[in-house]
T-cell receptor, first 113, second 114 residues
Framework: GESVGLHLPTLSVQEGDNSIINCAYS??????FIWYKQESGKGPQFIID?????DKRQGQRVTVLLNKTVKHLSLQIAATQPGDSAVYFC????????????FGKGTTLSVSS | GAVVSQHPSRVICKSGTSVKIECRSL??????MFWYRQFPKQSLMLMAT?????????EQGVEKDKFLINHASLTLSTLTVTSAHPEDSSFYIC??????????FGSGTRLTVV
């Protein structure tokens, strides 16, 4: 079936740096995308979402960029902090709202101080 | 905000026994509930989609007789792992969907079968 993939499995940054986590999705019909943060032994935590009619959305210290032409999604974290260390997943909804999220493979972000 | 409670957080069981995991939406009624399984250093894999009062829809490769899902109300879904074996050891996560909250995840259940 359709799946969402990620370019890099791990990303190591220094505290204060900006982090960029990438995601490639395969279903051009997907209308909605979400970035999640998962800490060890916990469930996914919502970070930010974006709909396909947008190409950028900003939150607090985070920005999501969507390039539908190349089916690419990215999460930018400004001034990365040690507390940002976690696994980050992008997820897509290939069907209508309320159907299952399909998750990518995940990127482990490691922030050193 | 929307809160989903998942219980237990950790469980160890003997091979051949059954384990039940509960997923509750605490302050909202979920339109749909989802069950995921996550192996170490891997992504969340969808197991099944569950709607209240109807049979769950299982993903390809997920044995419905082994992973029994009961969705008795709009706030409770249970996943029972029957005749558990060591290869069923995993992290099980539920998700509840309702507008305008979107998707809310439980905190997960770590199942270890010995």
């Amino acid at each position: 079936g359709e799946s969402v993939g990620l370019h890099l499995p791990t990303l190591s940054v220094q505290e204060g740096d900006n982090s960029i986590i990438n995601c490639a999705y395969s279903n051009s019909a997907s209308d909605y995308f979400i970035w999640y943060k998962q800490e060890s032994g916990k469930g996914p935590q919502f970070i930010i979402d974006i709909r396909s009619n947008m190409d950028k959305r900003q939150g607090q210290r985070v920005t999501v960029l969507l390039n539908k032409t190349v089916k690419h999604l990215s999460l930018q974290i400004a001034a990365t902090q040690p507390g940002d260390s976690a696994v980050y997943f992008c997820a897509e909804i290939p069907n209508q709202a309320g159907t299952a999220l399909i998750f990518g493979k995940g990127t482990t972000l490691s922030v050193s101080s | 905000g929307a809160v989903v409670s998942q219980h237990p957080s950790r469980v160890i069981c003997k091979s051949g026994t059954s384990v039940k995991i509960e997923c509750r939406s605490l302050d909202f009624q979920a339109t749909t509930m989802f069950w995921y399984r996550q192996f170490p250093k891997q992504s969340l894999m969808l197991m099944a989609t569950s709607n209240e009062g109807s049979k769950a829809t299982y993903e390809q490769g997920v044995e419905k007789d082994k992973f029994l899902i009961n969705h008795a109300s709009l706030t409770l879904s249970t996943l029972t792992v029957t005749s558990a074996h060591p290869e069923d050891s995993s992290f099980y996560i539920c998700s509840c969907y309702r507008e305008p909250y979107g998707y809310t995840f439980g905190s997960g259940t770590r199942l270890t079968v010995v």
